[in-house]
């Protein structure tokens, strides 16, 4: 897996793991603290927890990701619907 292709965003209160949805889907346990982008790709997962669950599921401990983005006010991932858990 490239992760150079996967970067986390933050602002001022918070960051998220940006990772394709499609791969998001296969770990269990993503909560609906996480958001995807408006098309469905993108999904952007809460930075405590769920992006722990992906890193531990993918084996990425070490991983380098590619340059964070930073927003100086509200990340625009605030504004997309919220990641919907599997049931």
Do not use: Q
């Amino acid at each position: 897996m490239n992760t150079k292709r996967l970067y986390w965003i933050a602002d001022c209160g918070h960051e998220w793991l940006a990772v394709p949805t499609f791969m998001a889907r296969k770990v269990s346990g993503i909560s609906s603290f996480s958001y995807v982008s408006p098309a469905g790709t993108i999904a952007y997962l809460e930075g405590d927890c769920d992006a722990a669950l992906f890193i531990k599921h993918y084996e990425l401990d070490g991983a380098e990701y590619g340059a964070p983005k930073v927003y100086e006010t509200k990340a625009p991932c605030r504004n997309y619907p919220r990641y919907e858990c599997a049931s």
